[in-house]
RNA sequence: UGGGGUAUCGCCAAGCGGUAAGGCAUCAGCUUUUGGUGCUGACAUUCGGGGGUUCGAAUCCCUCUACCCCAUCCA
């Protein structure tokens, strides 16, 4: 179990606990309460409050109220609800952005004392102007020169609520021309003439995202700051801030994930919120919306929503999960856990006309493979209720229940074969006369004839007529847009289902497995055992014979990629490659990626000077130095020129593998050691002897017998983990090339 | 002057230079008094495309392509 992969986020908790960045972590939950929480709240609850309780951390639930104007307690409550119910503690009291304005305030003044924050006073289009565009520079504000002084008078003022909304604002200076739009001088404050539902009216002026949220992070003393991708333009501004105030470490960093997507789902709190206010559904917590109150109201254990969070993953590619994921959650959660119980959802009336009287049959509410006990009677007599489609005057091949020639075993109790039919005068069935077999009781059955299917039944006096809401997926689209999407059928209400009477009497629990309908919820709601309503949760999952689909066959097409133009070369570099390619013998890719980039190509003429192997030194500079390279200055670099040639200079003269090569490479990179003195203290000359490798092959192909078949089998990919299994042996000192050849040939006999 | 991300099976998703994990879905077979469950097996000669480096590339380099995010006084 602790083998198990572990996501992006964990591996970098436990980095940073490995290397006491932090020697506790804590995380935080912090959505704005603004809406109804729902299933992509719960991964990101679910990754959090993980995360914390997984590395004996912390977790706090934050209200991220900073927008007096969307915000409402009773979204706070739902969303504490939400947290509950899935089962995690928050330890201590909710948090409030809000709570933190005082000091989120006084870290405003502080930055303009820094002149790093400015009172703007251009107006809403102005600002949207002078932003600049995604394709060119802004500029900033005449009102970025106020002095500080004045600035901090407007500042006060703003607080103290004399001016009117959207007069004044205040905003970072960071830098009107970067290409991060965030950056260009992002907005602090804003003044907002509204009540805030906890500030009450203290404030005039409200921070901006951007300003509450790290520092309500640091506050926090939070450590890793996990939110969803479209969130990763204001890490810059996450970071200016935290690091312009020079706060006392540690502090908290950003990190990112894929918000949740669903097929046939729709997630958008306006869009949910839409569907709620034109009564396309019940209410926030309808049993069809991915709410976290729909899903409770619908039957979903916390259990098998936190499972399906674990299931799916924590990455950071957009993605769309398949609802089958979901529905299998829920399903194997309750699989284990709840009784089963016979339910005929549309009745069929069979009169068992060979029948006396009545009896009470012992059926056990779990499978023999639920390891639970508990059983409850099963009353039966002559009348009895079947559904519907468990019967058929003209079956299809295949159909394994109940027809004018096939006998069924009635669930725990008898076999009965069909003795007449009674129709109506529309030729619609309304009734079977059937014969039951007195030596086929369940667990006494001497009668020796086999059936292929028992099904439910009620019996006519005892059973109890309940609601049934059924539920199918919201949308009919895979993905949703809005309310035209609405899947027409997506609740069906079935009024008089029959079920047996221990259900409501003896309610041995809430959820039921309706044998071979699904899964079923007493609605917490309207449920009354005068009048009880039971929620389809998931249906059973139907093999093939029984949907009996055509099996879809899907051609795989290969897509044609038309490659795009490739810049053409300036005349330096045109001439560079030439050179390369004709003095220097280099290939043309390499020669490209060397011409093309003035730093490589200098790099790689200063190498040249030293050593003339053109091409090993080409190979490296354009592979391993060029990544280097993507980020630092040449004079940043850890090594020289010199050094390379040094590293090449080895290669050259066999005294090293380009494997140790890259060993040595990555050190000297770190180190700047000289590669020499690399090879000799750690002792990295290659090993080409087959005198001392023979014995080391040996041994790894005795250890290994099983693979030695398979690549005699025909499986050759294994020689390259032969040889792995060789170079690990030697410490990566063997010569790969002599390996190789020796593992081959000894493989063959 | 654009920038930041992402791409591995039908859907998620591991993998970090040495045998392409796992789950869902699907398809077989066995078990079954649920057409459920369970068990067994099948399911990527290949990682968005093309090149290059290497004995060896999903992993390193170059390049192209597609998709997502950013120009709210929302979060």
Redesign the pocket.
């Given at each position: 179990m602790e083998n198990?992969?572990?996501?992006?986020l964990r591996?970098v908790v436990e980095k940073d606990l490995k290397s006491n960045k932090y020697n506790k972590i804590v995380t935080r939950f912090?959505?704005?309460p603004?809406g109804f929480p729902h299933i992509g709240h719960a991964k990101s609850i679910s990754i959090n409050f993980g995360i914390a309780k997984d590395y004996q951390g912390h977790c706090n639930l934050r209200m991220?109220?900073?927008?007096p104007?969307?915000e409402d307690t009773q979204y706070v409550e739902a969303l504490k609800d939400a947290v509950e119910w899935l089962g995690f503690d928050w330890e201590g009291n909710v948090r409030y952005?809000s709570d933190y304005f005082d000091e989120i305030y006084n870290y405003a003044i502080r930055l303009i004392k820094m002149g790093k924050a400015y009172v703007d006073s251009?107006?809403?289009e102005e600002?949207?102007e002078y932003?600049?565009?995604?394709?060119?520079?802004g500029k900033r504000s005449k009102y970025a020169e106020r002095s500080i002084t004045e600035n901090l008078e407007l500042f006060e003022k703003m607080k103290n609520g004399e001016f009117s909304?959207?007069?004044?604002?205040l905003r970072a200076k960071i830098?009107m021309?970067?290409?991060?739009?965030?950056m260009r001088d992002p907005?602090l404050y804003?003044?907002?003439h509204a009540h805030h539902f906890r500030a009450g009216d203290k404030w005039a002026i409200?921070?901006?995202?951007?300003f509450?949220?790290c520092l309500s992070d640091y506050m926090e003393g939070v450590t890793h700051s996990i939110c969803t991708?479209?969130?990763?333009?204001?890490?810059d501004i996450y970071n200016w801030v935290l690091d312009t105030l020079s706060l006392n470490p540690p502090r908290p960093y950003q990190h990112?994930f894929?918000r949740l997507?669903i097929?046939y789902t729709m997630m958008s709190k306006r869009k949910l919120l839409e569907l709620v206010e034109n009564d396309a559904v019940n209410g926030w917590d309808d049993p069809r919306l991915p709410t976290i109150a729909g899903y409770k109201r619908r039957g979903y254990t916390p259990q098998s929503i936190l499972n399906f969070c674990e299931?799916?993953?924590?990455?950071?590619?957009?993605?769309?999960?398949?609802v089958?994921?979901l529905?299998?959650s829920i399903?194997?959660d309750l699989?284990?856990k709840v009784p089963?119980v016979l339910c005929v959802m549309n009745p069929l009336k069979v009169t068992i006309t060979n029948y006396q009287g009545s009896e009470e049959i012992e059926a056990s509410y779990?499978?023999?493979?639920?390891p639970k006990e508990g059983s409850r009677k099963l009353p039966f007599s002559k009348e009895i209720y079947i559904d519907r489609s468990d019967f058929k005057q003209n079956p299809d091949k295949?159909?394994?229940?109940l027809t004018p020639n096939q006998a069924v075993?009635l669930?725990?109790?008898y076999i009965i074969s069909c003795q007449e039919i009674i129709k109506d005068e529309n030729g619609e069935i309304i009734e079977i006369k059937a014969e039951y077999y007195p030596n086929?009781?369940?667990?006494e059955?001497k009668s020796g004839i086999k059936?292929?299917?028992?099904?439910q039944w009620v019996e006519k006096n005892a059973a109890k007529e309940i609601e049934v809401r059924v539920y199918d997926r919201l949308f009919k689209n895979e993905a949703p847009q809005g309310i035209e999407d609405l899947n027409p059928n997506s609740l069906q209400i079935i009024k008089n289902a029959l079920i047996e009477p221990a259900v409501i009497t003896d309610k041995p629990d809430e959820r039921f497995?309706f044998?071979?309908?699904g899964y079923f919820y007493a609605d917490p709601i309207d449920y009354s055992s005068e009048f009880p309503v039971f929620n389809k949760i998931v249906g059973?999952?139907?093999?093939?014979?029984?949907k009996k689909?055509a099996?879809q066959v899907?051609e795989?097409i290969k897509?044609i990629?038309?490659?795009?133009?490739?810049?053409a070369m300036s005349e330096d570099q045109e001439a560079l490659f030439e050179k390369y390619t004709k003095e220097d013998k280099l290939?043309?890719?390499?020669a490209?990626?060397l011409a093309?980039?003035k730093k490589l190509s200098a790099f790689y003429q200063e190498a040249l000077n030293e050593l003339k192997s053109p091409?090993?030194l080409a190979?490296?500079i354009?592979?391993?130095v060029?990544?280097e390279l993507?980020s630092k200055e040449i004079n940043e670099l850890k090594f020289s020129p010199k050094q390379i040639a040094e590293l090449i200079k080895m290669i050259d003269d066999e005294l090293i593998?380009?494997?140790i090569a890259?060993v040595v490479y990555e050190e000297m990179a770190k180190s700047g050691k000289n590669p020499k003195q690399i090879v000799e203290s750690k002792g990295l000359i290659q090993i080409s002897d087959p005198k001392i490798l023979l014995p080391i092959i040996e041994e790894i192909i005795d250890k290994?017998p099983d693979?030695v078949e398979?690549f005699r089998g025909?499986?050759?990919?294994?020689?390259?983990?032969f040889?792995?299994?060789v170079?690990?042996a030697t410490k990566?000192k063997g010569n790969?090339?002599v390996?190789?050849l020796l593992v081959g040939e000894r493989l063959k006999d």
């Open positions: 198990k992969s572990k996501d992006f591996r912090p959505p704005e603004n991220d109220d900073t927008n104007t969307t952005t251009l107006g809403e600002i949207r932003r600049g565009t995604v394709k060119s520079v909304e959207g007069k004044h604002i830098d021309s970067s290409p991060n739009m965030k907005l804003r003044i907002r409200y921070p901006m995202y951007d509450a949220h991708l479209e969130f990763e333009n204001n890490r990112e894929a997507g097929n299931g799916i993953g924590i990455a950071k590619a957009n993605s769309m999960v398949d089958a994921q529905e299998f399903r194997d699989n284990t089963r779990y499978p023999h493979d639920v295949g159909y394994f229940r075993r669930k725990y109790a086929s009781k369940s667990g059955d059936v292929k299917s028992a099904i497995q044998e071979r309908e059973l999952k139907e093999s093939s014979a029984k689909k099996p899907v795989k897509k990629q038309i490659d795009g133009e490739v810049v290939n043309s890719e390499v490209n990626t093309r980039d091409i090993n190979n490296i354009s592979n391993e060029a990544r993507k593998s380009t494997k890259k290994n693979n398979k025909g499986n050759t990919k294994l020689l390259g983990f040889v792995g299994q170079l690990k990566g790969p090339k390996v190789n």
